[in-house]
């Protein structure tokens, strides 16, 4: 989409000027990028923080992704599948800790059936107030059509790459079943799921382009959420393994997978995407301990998943080696959000949290919107 006449000066986010943004590095130029973001999201979606209870409902995965550590082939993963009771219980615990939604997210696990996650979807409306996202991979119509029925509001399914080469290397398709998660995406739209997706920053073999492209995708798909982390390699995984060199992109063409270009991608993806919610993922968190969560919330994020999964499955959830607050308890993480949050000035914000289309109240931030 070309760039508007009119629109703020260095703020022009065709592909060229998105590239440019995400390849700057003088940190004073980057004051404007930091602040034109945290002011756009001011404005579009406010001071509130929501606060997303994430269960990591099952380690399985039937998938060979590139990335993944719970991917089909990990050895000497304890594999769990929680039951629906289990399930429950966690939701309760995330009602109970004041959050407004649940996210239940999973390996690709056909052990999930149609039935076993109906069943868990309508248990956790009838007995809590809570959304419910779903985040379970590539499933079919007549699965994602039976949880919207039975109460599903939201579905994450990230992208992770815009293009197509590298996203057919990093995640092979299952056999006879091409994997096109944007036309999924579409259809869970037309379900009536609000819908979510995202992508990884700096994954072997990801271009700058690449990446200037995968914004401009958020924007113009009309996401609804939007998830930004960095890649992190996992030694269980061919890009995490002692071949990964041979994945990387030319030098000089390979984003790497570093802080400052991940919060560059969320500061972007804030400007092209103004009303959007948007995590500060774990993953940044993973990768900054210190400040990473902050970061993120100062420079366009609105949203925490704060992890509520049982302790003794949490670690068994090794997408990558690491994770930010696995050993902590859901209460202690929800402290610990919460005082983060607040000492940034900001809000928590109560109730579901579901996105809110603003009309342009903001002339200057809508010039590179629409
Ligand atoms: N099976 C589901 C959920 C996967 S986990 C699905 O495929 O959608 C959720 C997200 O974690 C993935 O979409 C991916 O973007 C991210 N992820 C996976 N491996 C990762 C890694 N090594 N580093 C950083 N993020 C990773």
């Not at 739209?189 to 271009?207: A, H, K, W």
Request: charged share 25%; hydrophobic share 35%.
């Amino acid at each position: 989409m070309p760039c508007r006449p009119e629109a703020r000066p260095g703020f022009c986010l065709d592909h060229a000027g998105v590239k440019a943004w995400l390849q700057e590095r003088d940190p004073e130029v980057l004051q404007d990028l930091w602040s034109e973001a945290d002011r756009v999201r001011k404005s579009h979606v406010g001071d509130e923080v929501h606060l997303r209870g994430l269960i990591e409902v099952s380690s399985h995965c039937i998938r060979h992704c590139l990335y993944c550590g719970l991917r089909a082939p990990s050895i000497g993963l304890e594999r769990y599948r929680m039951d629906p009771a289990e399930i429950l219980a966690c939701a309760q615990e995330a009602t109970r800790l004041g959050y407004g939604s649940v996210v239940l997210q999973g390996g690709e696990d056909p052990g999930l059936t149609r039935d076993f996650i109906a069943v868990v979807v309508r248990a956790i409306k009838r007995d809590t107030p809570l959304a419910i996202t779903l985040s379970l991979g590539e499933r079919s119509d007549g699965d994602l059509r039976a949880w919207r029925k039975a109460g599903a509001d939201r579905y994450l399914l990230r992208f992770e790459t815009s293009d197509p080469v590298l996203y057919r290397r990093i995640h092979p398709d299952l056999p006879g079943i091409p994997s096109d998660r944007l036309a999924q995406l579409m259809r869970m739209r037309d379900m009536g799921y609000e819908i979510g997706t995202g992508v990884m920053v700096g994954i072997p073999g990801q271009t700058w382009d690449a990446l200037a492209f995968d914004i401009l995708r958020f924007r113009d798909f009309d996401i609804d959420m939007i998830g930004v982390g960095p890649f992190l390699p996992s030694p269980r995984t061919p890009l995490g393994g002692p071949d990964a060199g041979a994945y990387l992109a030319p030098p000089d063409d390979q984003v790497p997978n570093d802080e400052l270009t991940t919060l560059k991608t969320l500061a972007l993806t804030r400007l092209a995407c103004p009303d959007a919610n948007i995590p500060s993922t774990t993953a940044l968190a993973t990768l900054d301990r210190e400040r990473g969560r902050e970061l993120a919330l100062l420079r366009g994020a609105n949203v925490v998943m704060p992890n509520v999964t049982p302790l003794p499955y949490r670690a068994r959830y090794e997408i990558y080696p690491g994770k930010a607050c696995v050993n902590e308890t859901a209460t202690a993480c929800q402290g610990c959000l919460e005082g983060r949050i607040h000492r940034l000035g900001r809000r928590i914000g109560r109730g579901p949290g579901s996105r809110n289309k603003t009309l342009c109240k903001d002339l200057t931030a809508c010039d590179f919107h629409h």
